[in-house]
Nanobody
Framework: VQLQASGGGLVQAGGSLRLSCAASGRTFTTYAMGWFRQARGKEREFVAA???????NYADSVKGRFTASRDNAKKTVYLQVNSLKPEDTAVYYCAASLGGMDRVQYQPTYWGQGTLVTVSS
């Protein structure tokens, strides 16, 4: 599976973005998909996950502000990020693993390149 993330940019605090991650391969529906982020000087952290059938899981820090979704026909997952805060500034990565959301959250197999989100105060 190859993953291509896009949609990052510079936004003011309180603003929104929609990140996308397009996947290649014929078995997209067998993969759980995840979003992670890494701020400068910090470790990469889990943000959100989608199961193959649309189930979701979120880090506590983004619950109520971020929404993860997927379109299996387009082999694409999305991360709608609302009410952005300066501390959300990071490179955002998408990831994929066979199996359930726990697998992609704790043992992601495939990674996309990151897309930078910068939130100004």
């Amino acid at each position: 599976v190859q993953l291509q993330a896009s949609g990052g940019g510079l936004v003011q605090a309180g603003g929104s973005l929609r990140l996308s991650c397009a996947a290649s391969g014929r078995t997209f529906t067998t993969y759980a998909m995840g979003w992670f982020r890494q701020a400068r000087g910090k470790e990469r952290e889990f943000v959100a996950a989608n199961s193959w059938n649309g189930g979701t899981n979120y880090a506590d820090s983004v619950k109520g502000r971020f929404t993860a979704s997927r379109d299996n026909a387009k082999k694409t997952v999305y991360l709608q990020v609302n009410s952005l805060k300066p501390e959300d500034t990071a490179v955002y990565y998408c990831a994929a693993s066979l199996g359930g959301m726990d697998r992609v959250q704790y043992q992601p197999t495939y990674w996309g390149q990151g897309t930078l989100v910068t939130v100004s105060s």
